[in-house]
Every structure is written in C-alpha cells, then in structure tokens.
C-alpha cells in the first residue's frame, strides 16, 4: 500500500531562518512526488513535481530534491508571506492517476 | 479562464438529504477528481475521470456518486448525507488523461467546498 508520512506536522521559524520540511514515501514504483502549497480556505496550489532519485526543482526560496525514500523542501531565508500548509503527494505505477496525499506540515513564519 | 470553480462555497445538510456538489473546469482538461480534506487525515481522493463518459473510485468512494457527460463538469453527489461526510471538498483537473504523475501532469484544484452534515 502507497503510504506518505510528513514531518513536522508544524514548523514554526523567525523571518530569515531556512529550515526543510521532510516526507517519507512508501510506494510501488514511484511515478512522481508532488509539492502543494495551501492557504487557509484555499485549494493547494501546485509548486513541484520530482520524478527520479537526485532530482532538484527551485522556485524562489523553494527548492524540493528527491532521493528513493524521501523529498526534501528546503526553505532559504523564508518570509511571512512564506507561510501556509505544505503538502505532498506521490503517484505509484500501481496507482496511476491517484493521488496519494501526507497530512502536511504547517509553516508558520514570524516576522 | 476561470480554472477551476466549484459551488456551493458552503453548504450545511441535514442527515439523510441528498444534494450535488458543482465542478467545472474550463481548460479542456481531460482528467477531473473530487478529494476531501478532513483534519488530521489529508487529502483523499474519491473519483476520477479520465474523459468524458469514463469514471472510477478512489480510496473512499462510498456514499457518493458521479458522473462525466461533458469535458468540462464533474458533478459529485450525495444521495443521503451522513455526519461522516462533514468535510472540505475539493475537485481538481489535469491537462492529460494520464493525470498527475503523467505528461503534462500539473494538476489545477478548485477553491473548495465545506459542507456539514448536521
């Protein structure tokens, strides 16, 4: 069974101070992992995709990379606005086409 | 475009009512899911089409229904609410009938809708 596990469930880190968000994956053949952001009351609004082991994506303070068990997204100097719910996701060629979601991990970024 | 849309925002049932959640998509987009999100547990995601006419379930597709007649709506319906089905519902779209993972795999969510059961 296709499993994601994200941690910290909630980060908390003054303006300036970069920190990365962790998630584990177990799944049959990974197809993609998948970074959302999302606002309070808001969709997740899609940020990257990773499909291959030593893979990275960059946007802005952002940065995700990927290795067989596990994504990273790195947070370089992170502002206010910076806060929100990460969330990720992978896709299995057991499941394609069906999203596997964490619980997300909330950033809160103080000013 | 508009994207995604989704209506009602908010909806407050009573136990054992039926009603339909709205989805559009004005993309062209070929791939169209309905998730809910509830605290604690993440996204899961209850159906999906890949195309007009085509459908099939996700992880907890019980208590609701849905159809595709048309590219562009995927209504999702409740034929007798339950308090267990108090949550955030989200539809989302992707360009290609592979969906995420696919070619041409971003995949666009709609603003939500919360619905209560009472």
């Known amino acids: 069974e296709d499993q994601v596990t994200q941690s910290p469930e909630a980060l908390r880190l003054q303006e300036g101070e970069s920190s990365s968000l962790n998630c584990s994956y177990t799944v049959s053949g990974l197809r993609g992992l998948f970074w959302y952001r999302q606002d309070p009351g808001k969709g997740p609004e899609f940020l990257f995709t990773?499909?291959?082991a030593g893979e990275e994506k960059e946007k802005e303070r952002l940065k995700a990379t990927l290795t067989k068990k596990e994504s990273f997204l790195h947070i370089t100097a992170p502002k206010p606005e910076d806060s929100a719910t990460y969330l990720c996701?992978?896709?299995?060629?057991?499941?394609?086409?069906?999203?596997?979601f964490g619980q997300g991990t909330t950033l809160q970024v103080k000013p | 475009n508009a994207g995604v849309t989704q209506t009602p925002k908010f909806q407050v049932l009573k136990t054992g009512q039926s009603m339909t959640l709205q989805c559009a998509q004005d993309m062209n987009h070929e791939y169209m899911s309905w998730y809910r999100q509830d605290p604690g547990m993440g996204l899961r995601l209850i159906h999906y089409s890949v195309g007009a006419g085509i459908t099939d379930q996700g992880e907890v597709p019980n208590g609701y229904n849905v159809s595709r007649s048309t590219t562009e709506d995927f209504p999702l319906r409740l034929l007798s609410a339950a308090p267990s089905q108090t949550s955030v519902y989200f539809c989302?779209?992707?360009?290609?009938?592979?969906?995420?993972?696919?070619?041409?795999?971003?995949?666009?969510f709609g603003p939500g809708t919360r619905l209560t059961v009472l």
């Open positions: 996701a992978v896709t299995s060629r057991g499941n394609t086409g069906k999203l596997i």
């Open positions: 990773l499909y291959s």
């Open positions: 989302a779209s992707t360009q290609g009938r592979g969906g995420p993972g696919g070619f041409r795999d971003t995949q666009y």
